[in-house]
């Protein structure tokens, strides 16, 4: 399927890592090093404590502020939640929802990864929504049809008019934070196979618009390989987008994949 009709993205997951004082320094960095690809959006999912100075640090870059999670409930007495709302008001994009270290540690589940993606939509970000399988999944040969359950289940409350505004990562828990990365070939035909659903479901106009990105272990090293599937439109960066230098290359292996 053609990539024109899909944006490419390459989002950095932060996740628990940099202290506030230190996100000023590092935009000022990856800035300077951005590769000058118009077409790949670029995105930092921050800890809530640091976006406020992440924002003030990124403006009028090409490079847009994400979460990495956020409270299925409006407003009220949930100590310690944060709302979609609020995340709005402070001008972010992008919201990671479902992300397996939640599922993992924080019992979300495919119906709170529903629910919150439609939070997202409905405040006017875009979900990027990550489905992917366990190591013993993989080799009882279970993959696609967990993955398939996980984006079914992920979709179901979305209308199509919001649907188009949604990111999904295809994540491998046994490649996240490991150094193993999935194959370009085992990403692909994960990344096919979540197209393919959409197709199913939804028609093959939203299918070809939305992107999917690959997440584990992606580098500088093996991103190019990654990026140039056909149903790979960019990556969710974990450890490599805490070093500058390293984010940006992978950046620059989408220019490279887009001719730019
Ligand atoms: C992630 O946690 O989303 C991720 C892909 O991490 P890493 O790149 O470190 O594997």
């Not at 990539?3 to 300077?32: D, T």
């Not at 272990?217 to 390989?225: C, D, R, V, W």
């Amino acid at each position: 399927m053609n990539k024109k009709y899909r944006k490419a993205i390459i989002a950095g997951n932060w996740k628990m890592n940099l202290l506030p004082s230190e996100v000023k320094s590092f935009a000022e960095e990856l800035r300077h090093l951005l590769p000058k690809t118009k077409t790949c959006e670029v995105v930092l999912c921050a800890p809530y404590t640091h976006i406020p100075n992440l924002r003030r640090s990124l403006k009028d870059s090409r490079i847009y502020v994400g979460a990495q999670d956020l409270s299925l409930h409006d407003k009220g007495a949930f100590t310690g939640e944060i709302s979609a709302a609020m995340l709005d008001d402070l001008s972010v994009h992008y919201v990671i929802v479902g992300h397996s270290e939640r599922r993992q540690y924080h019992g979300e589940t495919d119906f709170s990864v529903g629910d919150k993606a439609v939070a997202v939509l409905e405040n006017g970000m875009s979900p990027i929504i990550c489905v992917g399988e366990s190591l013993e999944q993989r080799e009882r040969g279970l993959t696609m049809e967990y993955v398939r359950y996980q984006t079914l289940a992920a979709l179901s409350k979305i209308p199509d008019d919001k649907l188009r505004h949604c990111v999904i990562a295809y994540e491998p828990i046994w490649a996240i934070g490991t150094g193993k990365t999935a194959s370009a070939q085992q990403a692909q035909e994960v990344c096919e196979c979540i197209r393919r659903i959409i197709r199913e479901r939804r028609g093959a106009r939203l299918a070809r618009s939305i992107s999917i990105l690959y997440g584990g272990s992606m580098s500088g090293k093996n991103a190019l390989e990654l990026l140039s599937m056909p149903d790979i439109d960019g990556g969710l960066i974990g450890g490599a987008s805490l070093k500058p230098a390293d984010f940006a290359q992978i950046i620059d292996a989408v220019a490279q994949v887009t001719g730019e």
